[in-house]
């Protein structure tokens, strides 16, 4: 009894925290518009609040590699949690729009340090054959906040604006977390992690030399492209077909509804179908329909377009997720944490330039989708080229 409520615990404390760290870009999806004429940008120029979060945790997470093999996760967690926090409460006082981009420095390091621990946990503590369920229980404490976030940002951004989003909804989140994090998580990873430090650079070795283990981290990245599909979707329909803000925080939480489904989905059928045909299949499939979003006569039609992209496309990270934990099992911690440097490259490059040609085409979201959609297919093509499935496709 002991053991099943510590593991429950376990669980709950992955998604509590999963939640957490995609709160900011589920709220800034929804508010973007708000947000850019608060702070006189334009859309594409508010969007890159994301870019900075992602360069921040992209370094983040190359420190990471080293910081996971010499630290205790629980302390890397906790850490992380506050420093997301200290985001929260900063950028609720920031005056101006460079006040807003400092403070999300502390944003992209809490986030990537929480992410990166989460994963490193699931391949730390569970078996093979529960990896998979784990790691779709925790993907769904992000679809959750994509679930539950655009509401809470519709109603309290009508109301009070949406500075009090920050201070009311993510910061207090944060404060749970951390409140969990610290009385139930486990102190130690299992097993304990050896702190020589020539265990730094055959991690790494080991990583960099591996041609699967490459395919996954850049079928991440392309990933990470892809799915910014969301982050403007929003946006999309307010500007493009006059939807409310209200309409719009509908659609993405029936999208992430979607997710939801895929997620679990995927966790349930991950060991029957293999981690590489999940990630490829579904990968091919939510590319194609997230190009499809943007070249719709009506909205309702593009909500439907981005409801089956989200769905394939959340299934195929669950499996793209699992496929690369099991790439150098002796290193997890440090394939995640270079994971978690490739996909911030990905979301460095995919806000830059769509921030570019949002500014340079007067809003013309079709060039965007385009290369959403393309990319999702090119990460599926990498995955199915280069990459190898370690610890097998099925689980008897």
């Known amino acids: 009894m002991e053991t099943r409520l510590r593991n429950r615990l376990f669980m709950l404390i992955l998604l509590l925290s999963m939640f957490l760290t995609a709160t900011f870009e589920v709220f800034l999806s929804n508010a973007m518009v708000n947000v850019a004429s608060t702070l006189k940008v334009t859309v594409g120029t508010a969007s890159q609040i994301l870019t900075i979060g992602s360069f921040v945790g992209l370094i983040a997470g190359f420190i990471m590699g080293f910081l996971t093999v010499r630290f205790k996760h629980k302390s890397l967690f906790l850490v992380g949690v506050a420093l997301f926090g200290f985001w929260a409460l900063g950028s609720f006082f920031a005056p101006d729009f460079p006040s807003i981009l400092f403070f999300s420095l502390f944003l992209g ?116 492209v892809s799915f910014l599909s969301p982050v403007f979707a929003v946006s999309y329909y307010r500007l493009h077909f006059n939807a409310s803000l209200s309409t719009g925080a509908i659609f993405y939480s029936i999208a992430s509804a979607i997710g939801i489904l895929g997620v679990i989905l995927a966790g349930r059928l991950i060991n029957q179908v293999g981690r590489k045909p999940l990630t490829v299949g579904a990968g091919v499939i939510s590319g194609t329909f997230a190009v499809l979003i943007a070249f719709m006569p009506n909205v309702w039609a593009s909500a439907v377009m981005w409801m089956v992209s989200a769905g394939f496309g959340l299934a195929s990270i ?63 093509a990498i995955i199915f080229l280069f990459a190898n499935d370690a610890a097998g496709a099925t689980i008897s």
């Not at 790439?327 to 996909?343: A, D, E, I, K, Y």
């Open 109 to 224: 390091t809490g986030a990537a340090m929480s992410g990166i621990v989460v994963l490193a946990l699931i391949g730390d503590f569970l078996p093979l054959e529960k990896k998979g369920i784990a790691m779709g229980l925790a993907m769904g404490g992000a679809i959750v906040a994509n679930l539950v976030v655009p509401q809470v940002t519709s109603v309290i951004t009508d109301a009070s604006g949406w500075r009090v989003v920050l201070l009311g909804f993510i910061l207090p989140t944060s404060i749970v977390c951390l409140f969990f994090g610290f009385f139930f998580l486990p102190s130690k990873p299992q097993p304990e992690q050896n702190t020589n430090k020539l265990q730094y650079f055959e991690a790494f070795k080991q990583i960099l030399s591996n041609k699967s283990a490459l395919a996954c981290q850049f079928g991440s990245a392309l990933a990470s």
């Open 318 to 380: 669950v499996g793209l997720n699992s496929l690369t934990l099991e790439q150098v099992p002796g290193f997890r911690g440090t394939m995640m944490s270079l994971n978690s440097s490739f996909r911030s490259i990905g979301f460095i490059v995919g806000l830059t330039l769509s921030g570019l040609l949002l500014n340079l085409y007067a809003n013309n979201f079709q060039i965007l989708y385009a290369m959403f959609g393309g990319a999702g297919v090119a990460s599926a």
